[in-house]
């Protein structure tokens, strides 16, 4: 695999507050998404789970199964029991071909909370990651057994949000799990992503882009807002996140810290589909990635 261009369906429909875009259908995301130029997407609420019908549905359009969202509860079970909890995903994305499954500890998250400002988001002591990190090594050995790569998802309102956070978790965890680098949560979360692409190079094994607007950023900081207000944007106001090359992260010089990477890069920039037009935005997201991926000399 070469780098593909992927989208997430986030930009259409959200999955935390499904009434945002909820009355988009699946067909009208999909059908938007190969104009805009992408060739995978990632799963969302709107999918079929059963491998012939999400085979179905994505068929004519295309599209690739990137991959899928997976909630983890590795602070309240053990792997045995993860990965109880997470063989249908894992069988579906197997069945799809999808080489690599996102993944995220939410079971002490606030993300999906609009009511939690991001000032109450978890946090692990010091004594708590080996153990945190030894679960995850061992339900990454078990997938990466069946041929697909866990890949941890950095989230705001998570306990894997800051830099030291990222650090944290890469030091507590084998080389079977991987980082799924987002550069948008990155930001948000006080992190330089072309730093933590050199820094973890070996490690990284998907891309999540999304640019970042520094002005509602900061207000989200300095007034403590939730995940949710600051994405989807207080009154008429825009989100924190949008499509890259609409914000402040530097695509090239995230792309020149990843030299030979080999696999997605997917838009995941959540909005208000009411407020910022998914396909306008996914068709400049596409142009930019294009044009930063070439500058730093990725064919």
Request: aromatic residues 8%; contains cysteine.
């Amino acid at each position: 695999m070469t780098i593909r261009i992927g989208a997430n369906p986030i930009g259409w429909s959200n999955d935390d507050l499904q009434d945002i875009g909820g009355a988009t259908p699946l067909e009208t995301c999909l059908a938007e998404a190969k104009e805009a130029g992408f060739v995978g997407m990632e799963l969302g609420h709107k999918f079929p789970r059963e491998p012939n019908a999400l085979k179905a549905a994505l068929a004519p359009f295309g599209m690739a199964c990137v991959s899928g969202w997976y909630s983890a509860e590795l602070l309240r079970r053990d792997a045995d029991a993860e990965m109880a909890a997470l063989r249908p995903h894992l069988d579906l994305l197997k069945a799809m071909g999808s080489n690599v499954l996102v993944f995220a500890e939410t079971s002490n998250a606030i993300h999906g909370d609009r009511a939690r400002p991001l000032s109450q988001r978890p946090h692990l002591k010091a004594g708590e990651w080996a153990e945190f990190g030894r679960r995850i090594t061992q339900v990454a050995e078990r997938t990466l057994a069946e041929g697909v790569r866990l890949v941890y998802h950095h989230h705001m309102g998570t306990v894997v949000e800051s830099e030291a956070d990222i650090d944290a978790f890469m030091n507590a965890t084998g080389e079977a799990a991987h980082l799924l680098l987002d550069t948008g949560h990155a930001t948000w979360g006080g992190a330089d992503p072309a730093a933590l692409a050199r820094r973890y190079r070996a490690r990284i094994s998907h891309v999540h882009a999304k640019d970042v607007r520094k002005d509602v950023m900061e207000q989200a900081r300095r007034e403590d807002w939730s995940f949710l207000d600051a994405v989807l944007g207080k009154g008429e106001a825009l989100g924190v996140y949008t499509v890259p090359g609409d914000g402040m992260v530097d695509y090239p010089a995230v792309f020149r810290a990843l030299p030979g990477y080999s696999g997605w890069v997917v838009v995941e920039a959540e909005q208000d589909p009411e407020k910022a037009n998914p396909l306008a935005y996914a068709k400049k997201g596409v142009a930019h990635l294009r044009a930063a991926l070439a500058q730093a000399g990725h064919a």
